[in-house]
């Protein structure tokens, strides 16, 4: 009997030892699907979760790098582990993609997976080796396998993933199947002998500068496009010159301000000083004195651009009839810009031949204030005008969405006479410094000033 007794108590003290192994977690997941199986990884790797879309493409990365993204003004790369593991992907631009943020030793990445389920927390005794058998995934990527609550998952190796081994590096770069090093996802074209941290320098500048162009609309409205592309790449290496890391991005639009700084044309909001007047007097074309020049002056705010610019055009065709439409969406300035007064020291010498001495102080005299019509219009809406010798239209466009400069620069190439010109800001550039539009012969010109 004693015997029987013996036996009974090793059984209950190995069920014991069996249920504390059992209850004991040591060991922490965050589990996640992809393609319909569960995955899990250490939860020691994973910074946050997050969702996200959108994000800036780099170039010649590879096919399953997504692009980067700004994480609280960190630039990470974003790599999608279905098309890593080569899983079916259903992709929509637009839609939040489910991320898992992970730091590998002092690095940070975004993995997007398709559904991010709980963190579970397991006993390690109970891990698995690794079998080909539990995954469509390449062995050497998963760590083990655990059963938990009925559910098998398979733990991510992501040290091995987001790392490469010193075998791997010294495999020719661009194989994806080979290296899974983080230089290989970003230039896989590139050469073994190419300097990494010069190759880090290039990626870091394009990531920002796409950043900075992303968030200059949300800021000021200012659209990066085609039309001040050399001004944007001219400016973001002044701006990095004097800054590193976080202090590259924009964070509010007192610094999108600040970036803007010098895009503005010469004299914008006031009378243009004699040297700039010369330098417009000289672009203008040629025409029959006897006939009238029709001018669209756009954003002429409150007015000091376009007086500027009704002084210039007179004296350079006397006999000419100038009839210029100024048009602001601001309907306080354009109500007041009619009514001007100066003092006569305020005025630059090529305007005072066309003012006179008023109560108030110094006007322009009526042949001058005859010749413009200052009107409210909001320039994304049509307007109704009769063929334009000269569109004058500084620093504008580049607030407009790109579509939208798209839509009135070919809008422009329809108002316009033969020679007709086009006077962009000193920082918008289009291809050649002239566009050729379709049926107009000779070329329409755009002219930066």
Same mark, same amino acid.
């Given at each position: 009997?004693?015997?029987?007794?013996?036996?009974?108590?090793?059984?209950?003290?190995?069920?014991?030892?069996?249920?504390?192994?059992?209850?004991?977690?040591?060991?922490?997941?965050?589990?996640?699907?992809?393609?319909?199986?569960?995955?899990?990884?250490?939860?020691?790797?994973?910074?946050?979760?997050?969702?996200?879309?959108?994000?800036?493409?780099?170039?010649?990365?590879?096919?399953?790098?997504?692009?980067?993204?700004?994480?609280?003004?960190?630039?990470?790369?974003?790599?999608?582990?279905?098309?890593?593991?080569?899983?079916?992907?259903?992709?929509?631009?637009?839609?939040?993609?489910?991320?898992?943020?992970?730091?590998?030793?002092?690095?940070?990445?975004?993995?997007?997976?398709?559904?991010?389920?709980?963190?579970?927390?397991?006993?390690?005794?109970?891990?698995?080796?690794?079998?080909?058998?539990?995954?469509?995934?390449?062995?050497?990527?998963?760590?083990?396998?655990?059963?938990?609550?009925?559910?098998?998952?398979?733990?991510?190796?992501?040290?091995?993933?987001?790392?490469?081994?010193?075998?791997?590096?010294?495999?020719?770069?661009?194989?994806?199947?080979?290296?899974?090093?983080?230089?290989?996802?970003?230039?896989?074209?590139?050469?073994?002998?190419?300097?990494?941290?010069?190759?880090?320098?290039?990626?870091?500048?394009?990531?920002?500068?796409?950043?900075?162009?992303?968030?200059?609309?949300?800021?000021?409205?200012?659209?990066?496009?085609?039309?001040?592309?050399?001004?944007?790449?001219?400016?973001?290496?002044?701006?990095?010159?004097?800054?590193?890391?976080?202090?590259? /991005?924009?964070? @509010?639009?007192?610094?999108?301000? %600040?970036? +803007?700084? *010098?895009?503005?044309? $010469?004299?914008?909001? =006031?009378?243009?000083?004699?040297?700039?007047?010369?330098?417009?007097?000289?672009?203008?074309?040629?025409?029959?004195?006897?006939?009238?020049?029709?001018?669209?002056?756009?954003?002429?705010?409150?007015?000091?651009?376009?007086?500027?610019?009704?002084?210039?055009?007179?004296?350079?065709?006397?006999?000419?009839?100038?009839?210029?439409?100024?048009?602001?969406?601001?309907?306080?300035?354009?109500? /007041?810009?009619? @009514?001007?007064?100066?003092?006569? %020291?305020? +005025?630059? *010498?090529?305007?005072? $031949?066309?003012?006179? =001495?008023?109560?108030?102080?110094?006007?322009?005299?009526?042949?001058?204030?005859?010749?413009?019509?200052?009107?409210?219009?909001?320039?994304?809406?049509?307007?109704?005008?009769?063929?334009?010798?000269?569109?004058?239209?500084?620093?504008?466009?580049?607030?407009?969405?790109?579509?939208?400069?798209?839509?009135?620069?070919?809008?422009?190439?329809?108002?316009?006479?033969?020679?007709?010109?086009?006077?962009?800001?000193?920082?918008?550039?289009?291809?050649?410094?002239?566009?050729?539009?379709?049926?107009?012969?000779?070329?329409?010109?755009?002219?930066?000033?």
């Amino acid at each position: 009997m004693a015997a029987v007794v013996k036996d009974l108590a090793q059984v209950n003290a190995e069920l014991q030892e069996q249920k504390e192994r059992v209850d004991t977690v040591d060991f922490k997941m965050v589990t996640f699907s992809l393609a319909g199986k569960g995955y899990g990884v250490d939860i020691m790797n994973v910074k946050e979760i997050a969702k996200a879309s959108k994000f800036t493409y780099v170039p010649n990365a590879a096919s399953f790098v997504r692009g980067v993204y700004n994480l609280r003004g960190d630039i990470i790369p974003v790599i999608d582990l279905r098309m890593f593991f080569h899983m079916p992907v259903e992709k929509n631009k637009d839609a939040l993609e489910n991320m898992l943020i992970l730091r590998i030793d002092d690095k940070v990445y975004g993995t997007i997976v398709d559904n991010i389920d709980k963190v579970l927390g397991i006993n390690s005794e109970y891990i698995q080796p690794p079998h080909p058998i539990f995954g469509d995934i390449n062995i050497k990527f998963i760590s083990g396998v655990v059963e938990k609550q009925g559910s098998l998952y398979i733990i991510l190796d992501v040290l091995r993933i987001f790392t490469q081994s010193e075998e791997d590096k010294k495999k020719p770069r661009g194989s994806v199947a080979e290296s899974t090093g983080t230089g290989a996802y970003f230039t896989p074209s590139a050469p073994a002998d190419q300097d990494a941290a010069s190759e880090r320098k290039v990626l870091v500048a394009d990531t920002a500068i796409g950043f900075i162009k992303e968030s200059l609309p949300a800021l000021l409205k200012f659209s990066p496009s085609r039309l001040n592309e050399e001004w944007m790449h001219r400016r973001f290496a002044e701006w990095s010159s004097t800054r590193t890391g976080d202090d590259l /991005q924009l964070k @509010n639009t007192q610094e999108a301000e %600040e970036f +803007l700084s *010098d895009f503005s044309s $010469p004299d914008t909001g =006031r009378f243009w000083k004699e040297h700039y007047a010369e330098l417009v007097k000289g672009i203008l074309p040629e025409h029959n004195s006897s006939n009238t020049i029709n001018v669209w002056n756009i954003g002429c705010g409150r007015g000091y651009e376009t007086f500027s610019f009704a002084c210039i055009l007179k004296s350079r065709y006397p006999s000419a009839r100038i009839k210029i439409w100024a048009n602001d969406n601001d309907i306080m300035a354009v109500s /007041q810009a009619p @009514n001007m007064s100066f003092e006569f %020291e305020e +005025l630059p *010498d090529y305007c005072r $031949p066309f003012v006179s =001495r008023g109560r108030s102080g110094y006007g322009f005299t009526q042949e001058i204030k005859d010749s413009i019509v200052f009107e409210y219009h909001d320039i994304l809406h049509d307007n109704s005008l009769p063929e334009l010798d000269i569109i004058l239209v500084r620093d504008v466009l580049s607030f407009l969405p790109e579509p939208e400069q798209d839509k009135m620069i070919q809008g422009f190439s329809e108002m316009l006479k033969p020679r007709g010109l086009v006077i962009l800001g000193k920082n918008e550039v289009m291809t050649g410094g002239s566009w050729l539009f379709a049926g107009k012969d000779p070329v329409s010109a755009f002219t930066s000033v």
